[in-house]
């Protein structure tokens, strides 16, 4: 079974930085690549940022390229996602979740496999 949860969410202005992290339970976490995707109201979750197993190899959403940074440390099995140059249209709950082997391209959600509960990113004007 894994277990995934975010922490950092909060509320900051435009302009503003924070750091998300997930926290994975399992012995697996290293051998996955991993995903943060993020959910307003009404909407469909939309991909944000990928990163491979290794760490060698991200993929960011047009959205926040050159804003946001994905990273990994698989001796603490945590992922990371830094936003900087926060805008209002980031408002979201942001999810972390593990890749899931499979035929769905990785902006799909159907990419992966599990989720974490999710945290509330409000980034105000």
């Known amino acids: 079974q894994v277990q995934l949860v975010e922490s950092g969410g909060g509320l900051v202005q435009a302009g503003g930085s924070l750091r998300l992290s997930c926290a994975a339970s399992?012995?697996?976490?290293?051998?996955?690549?991993m995903g943060w995707l993020r959910q307003t109201p009404g909407k469909e979750r939309e991909f944000v940022a990928r990163?491979?197993?290794?760490?060698?190899?991200?993929y960011y959403a047009d959205s926040v390229k050159g804003r946001f940074t994905i990273s990994r440390d698989n001796a603490k099995n945590t992922v990371y996602l830094e936003m900087n140059s926060l805008k209002p249209e980031d408002t979201a709950v942001y999810y972390c979740a593990r890749d899931a082997p499979g035929g769905y391209g990785y902006t799909n959600p159907r990419a992966y496999d599990y989720w974490g509960q999710g945290t509330q990113v409000t980034v105000s004007s």
């Open positions: 990163i491979s197993w290794s760490g060698g190899s991200t």
């Open positions: 399992g012995r697996t976490f290293s051998s996955y690549a």
